[in-house]
């Protein structure tokens, strides 16, 4: 019997069970933004539920903010991480497609019943479908080094804030009401087709990376200025901010043309 029931003695030669190596803190702060966002995007959502619109907008505008720090954190602090990327993402998705949405649909979609909650659903899954496709795109070895001044279709945090725009005009007094349910829903839509469209714009994120010393003083001053604005006329700053994003969009695609042509893509030459 003592051949059949030998004691249990470890093999010498078995590998260690893996021992988790402590993360550095640096990887860690990049997530650490973003749960943040995470968590003003949720409570922008209850926020435009109990009817407080004005809380609301701006957690979103702060989430928006925050989603351009942490990227450039994590590059700064060599912090990027594949989790970091994935948790990003899921985050873009609730804060840039969910929660507007509902906001949306809390301050004047609901008029429309069925018809506005429709206009809800297909701006939040086109904001999937776009950050699906931004992550796809991301692993492109082919894509030209001059498009990454472009984004394909408008991004999210744009998208996100550019769709509040309504929002924006009734708090400057626009009467926006059940009679422009119609022109909400219509401006809904077309913000998410063009957010999963092909139509260029621009990135911004290669753009400033050497700034000529003369223009430093002059940059700071107008930070300073663009601060206090948003500081003191908020809404009217993002009315601004939305109008001047959508009259951008025809320059971009003109200017993604020029470079196209210069450059004279063989992918882009075989259409």
Wanted: charge should be positive; include cysteine; glycine fraction near 6%.
């Amino acid at each position: 019997m003592t051949d059949l029931f030998q004691p249990f003695a470890p093999d010498p030669l078995e590998p260690r069970p893996r021992r988790f190596k402590p993360v550095p803190f640096r990887v860690i702060a990049p997530n650490l933004i973003t749960l943040v966002a995470l968590c003003l995007g949720l409570t922008a959502i209850r926020l435009a539920f109990e009817g407080r619109l004005q809380p609301a907008v701006i957690a979103i505008v702060v989430a928006a903010v925050l989603d351009g720090v942490d990227g450039r954190v994590a590059r700064l602090l060599k912090g990027t991480s594949r989790f970091g990327a994935e948790l990003d993402s899921l985050a873009d998705f609730l804060n840039f497609g969910v929660a507007p949405a509902l906001v949306l649909y809390s301050f004047v979609l609901h008029e429309a019943q069925a018809i506005g909650w429709v206009a809800a659903m297909i701006f939040a899954i086109a904001m999937a479908l776009r950050l699906a496709r931004f992550n796809v795109m991301l692993d492109d070895p082919n894509r030209p080094d001059w498009t990454k001044d472009f984004f394909v279709g408008i991004p999210a945090p744009a998208g996100a804030g550019t769709s509040l725009l309504p929002i924006y005009l009734h708090f400057l007094g626009v009467p926006v009401g059940p009679a422009s349910v119609p022109l909400v829903i219509a401006y809904t839509i077309a913000l998410a087709l063009l957010v999963v469209s092909t139509v260029p714009t621009y990135s911004g994120k290669t753009m400033g990376k050497r700034i000529p010393r003369e223009w430093v003083l002059p940059i700071f001053v107008l930070t300073v200025a663009i601060f206090g604005l948003v500081v003191s006329f908020p809404f009217e700053a993002l009315a601004l901010a939305a109008l001047a994003y959508i009259a951008l969009i025809p320059v971009g695609i003109a200017h993604y043309r020029r470079l196209r042509h210069s450059f004279r893509d063989p992918v882009v030459a075989a259409d």
